[in-house]
């Protein structure tokens, strides 16, 4: 993994690991961890949920849940080893967030960057773009509590998504991405209140949670969590 590190950015790991370990702060035993974490049944439905409703209001068909790809992510998620898996299916990573709802709205909000007359890959929007990947038709995720506080480890809560057929295919992004479409006019699918219809400007992250991609070091109720998600791995 190191070695496809830029230098600054591994030092910008080494930091906020460094300081979240120097700073030792004691699990809070009252915070207790959100039940889309722990219970099976509704970290799927708060996936499919949340993911299902940002394709449909950018008009792409609901993803199936797909256990082959389940197992997949779960087996990869159980390493708490924060780099991408290297395997065949599309992959989104996020660590640090406070509930799985949160941890895929961190990845939809990134459509505020992205350029849809564009249609370009980009490492600001990739999750996004895979998430609502029109050609793109089931998915399956894990988490596990990693907790990592060593470098290269996953902080806090780590969830690995798969994706089949993959998404961000290089010069397929003008007909698999496509902007929001008027609610009359969207396909079947969810919709979950907590992801709203985007504003055109709308910058704020949903459920006044921070979606801000990058290493951040924001003080949880659990732990020192670095909230950081992997464009940049
Ligand atoms: C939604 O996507 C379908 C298939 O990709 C397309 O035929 C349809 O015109 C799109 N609808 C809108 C409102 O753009
Ligand atoms: C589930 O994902 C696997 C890839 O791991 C793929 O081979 C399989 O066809 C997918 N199942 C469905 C129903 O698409
Ligand atoms: C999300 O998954 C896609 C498909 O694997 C990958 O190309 C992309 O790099 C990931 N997104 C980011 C922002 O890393
Ligand atoms: C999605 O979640 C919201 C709560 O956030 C709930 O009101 C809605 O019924 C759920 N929809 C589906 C299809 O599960
Ligand atoms: C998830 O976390 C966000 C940000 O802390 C919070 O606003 C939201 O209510 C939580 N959602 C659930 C389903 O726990």
């Known amino acids: 993994m190191f070695a496809r590190l830029p230098t600054a950015l591994l030092f910008l790991l080494s930091t906020a690991s460094a300081s979240t370990l120097s700073l030792h702060i004691p699990r809070d035993s009252n915070s207790k961890a959100s039940a ?11 996936i499919l949920n ?11 068909t609901s993803l199936k849940w797909n256990d082959t790809l389940a197992d997949f992510a779960k087996d990869w998620s159980e390493k708490c080893n924060f780099e991408h898996s290297g395997g065949p ?5 996020s660590s640090g967030y406070p509930n799985a709802s949160q941890s895929i709205i961190a990845w939809g909000h990134e459509r505020v960057d992205y350029d849809f007359k564009k249609g370009e ?10 998430l609502v990947w029109k050609a ?11 907790d990592g506080q060593d470098k290269g480890k996953a902080p806090g809560w780590f969830v690995v998504c798969e994706y089949y057929p993959p998404g961000n295919v290089i010069g397929s992004f003008i007909e698999n991405v496509q902007a929001q479409v008027p609610k009359d006019e969207q396909p079947e699918g969810p919709s979950d209140p907590d992801v709203p219809e985007q504003e055109p400007d709308a910058k704020e992250c949903p459920l006044g949670g921070d979606c801000s991609s990058g290493v951040r070091i924001g003080v949880s109720s659990l732990a020192v969590a670095v909230w950081v998600t992997v464009w940049w791995l």
Request: charge should be neutral; charged fraction near 20%; hydrophobic fraction near 15%.
């Open 50 to 60: 949340v993911t299902n409703t940002y394709r449909k209001q950018h008009n792409a």
């Open 36 to 46: 889309d974490y722990t219970s099976d049944s509704l970290f799927k439905s708060t």
């Open 89 to 93: 299916n599309g992959e989104n990573l």
């Open 121 to 130: 890959f980009t490492h600001e929007t990739g999750h996004f773009s895979q």
């Open 136 to 146: 793109t038709k089931t998915v399956g995720c894990g988490r596990t509590e990693c």
